[in-house]
């Protein structure tokens, strides 16, 4: 497809387990972002991806939350031992990041439900 | 570090009414400013931009312009229709290219 795609795009799963959520950037973008939008709470960054550079973690919530990016295209966010506060959508971004006022186009988004 | 604040919603307008969302920022430099918008079920998507002071960006009737002395960004449309229901969320992104975006603004018009 031309956009980017997420999945699953629901997801329940049990307070303790891991989950891996996926996102499939716009062929070429070198730049991929994850963000959190919990409800009343905007988007909060988690982590930024660009090109072969060291990641920008700084948005990450614990060490619980990690994320990678195989080759530079699809990316994979891993959340371990659930909580019931990690309940929220997990949205990814990507762009072309030519500078500051390059469009980022997101995803539908991950809805995880942990009960 | 850098911050949105858009109001609080939701905004709630009768059909043809003028809309102003507010909102303002913080930021170190002079950052790009945007304004994206989640039409129900769907991903946020671009609707507008500006780059620098006193910009105006528009889209699809909406405008927004740069203002620096009062580090602002307010979006406004002169009538607004059904169809532009949704969340708006003023962001911007400076030399880090890491967006910032503020909490969102839901917008629910009545026919």
């Known amino acids: 497809g031309a956009g980017v795609s997420q999945s699953p795009s629901n997801k329940v799963t049990e307070k303790g387990k891991d989950v891996e959520l996926r996102c499939d950037p716009i062929?070429?973008?070198?730049?991929l972002y994850w963000y959190r939008q919990s409800l009343g709470q905007g988007l909060e960054f988690l982590i930024y991806?660009?090109?072969?550079?060291?990641?920008?973690k700084s948005g990450l919530p614990s060490d619980r939350f990690s994320a990678e990016r195989t080759g530079g295209s699809v990316s994979t966010l891993t959340i371990q031992r659930t909580q019931q506060e990690d309940s929220a959508v997990y949205l990814c971004?990507?762009?072309?990041?030519?500078?500051?006022?390059?469009?980022?186009?997101f995803g539908q988004g991950t809805r995880l439900t942990v009960v | 570090g850098d911050s949105v604040t858009q109001m609080e919603g939701p905004v709630t307008l009768s059909e043809e009414a003028f809309l102003t969302i507010n909102c303002t920022y913080t930021?170190?430099?002079?950052?790009?400013l945007f304004w994206y918008v989640q039409y129900p079920g769907e991903g946020l998507q671009l609707l507008l931009k500006?780059?620098?002071?006193?910009d105006k960006g528009s889209n699809k009737g909406f405008e927004a312009t740069y203002r620096k002395e009062t580090t602002s960004f307010h979006l406004e449309k002169g009538s607004v229709q059904v169809s532009d229901s949704a969340v708006y969320f003023c962001a911007l992104s400076d030399g880090s290219y890491i967006p910032t975006f503020g909490r969102g603004t839901s917008l629910i018009v009545h026919p």
């Open positions: 930021a170190t430099g002079y950052p790009s």
């Open positions: 500006a780059t620098k002071a006193d």
């Open positions: 062929s070429g973008h070198t730049a």
């Open positions: 991806f660009q090109g072969n550079s060291a990641p920008d």
């Open positions: 971004a990507s762009s072309l990041a030519l500078g500051p006022n390059t469009e980022a186009f």
